[in-house]
């Protein structure tokens, strides 16, 4: 779709994106620009028509979700100073956390690649954000302090 749009080759579905011609007896000056950008800039009342309602929300919530799993993976940078703290870590072992929780992602991350590719990508991203939501609502009750 992008590619037809790119080399300015009209499609059936963009009947509606053409520039229609100049009107008999009228000049207009060439505008190479517009031309050249009348596949590639849609209006926008053709593109809310043609959107997908099911699949923007899909793509919507897989940005969420994608949001969160970034941060995720920049809480344990964010807090290592109070992490240290409360287990009177060293650097090295600081470093050490942080190794680990980045190696884990390494290894996971071909992993359910190589599963997502071969069974249902819906029910192993809904088992992983419930696993994920599950260990974090408990990671939130955990505490090295008697008195928390």
């Known amino acids: 779709m992008a590619a037809a749009r ?9 009947e509606d994106l053409l520039v229609p011609p100049p009107s008999p007896g009228r000049e207009e ?21 043609h959107l ?4 923007a929300v899909t793509v919507i919530v897989l940005v969420y979700v994608n949001l969160i799993n970034y941060m995720d993976r920049l809480t344990i940078a964010g ?4 992490v240290k703290k409360e287990f009177n870590a ?3 072992m600081g470093g050490l956390l942080q190794t680990a929780f980045i190696v884990s992602y390494m290894i996971f ?11 249902s990508r819906k029910a192993i991203m809904a088992a992983g954000v419930f696993l994920w939501s599950i260990f974090t609502l408990i990671g939130s009750f955990m505490s090295g ?3 928390h």
């Not at 997908?52 to 699949?55: A, D, F, P, S």
């Not at 807090?79 to 109070?82: F, G, T």
């Not at 991350?109 to 069974?119: H, N």
């Open 6 to 14: 790119l080399a300015g080759r009209a499609r059936a579905e963009d």
């Open 79 to 82: 807090i290592l100073d109070d």
């Open 145 to 147: 302090r008697p008195e």
């Open 90 to 92: 060293n650097n090295a």
């Open 29 to 49: 000056p060439i505008n190479t620009t517009r031309d050249a950008n009348r596949f590639m800039f849609p209006s926008i009342t053709s593109w809310w028509r």
């Open 109 to 119: 991350a071909p992993l359910f690649g190589y599963l997502g590719d071969r069974y």
């Open 52 to 55: 997908n309602k099911g699949k």
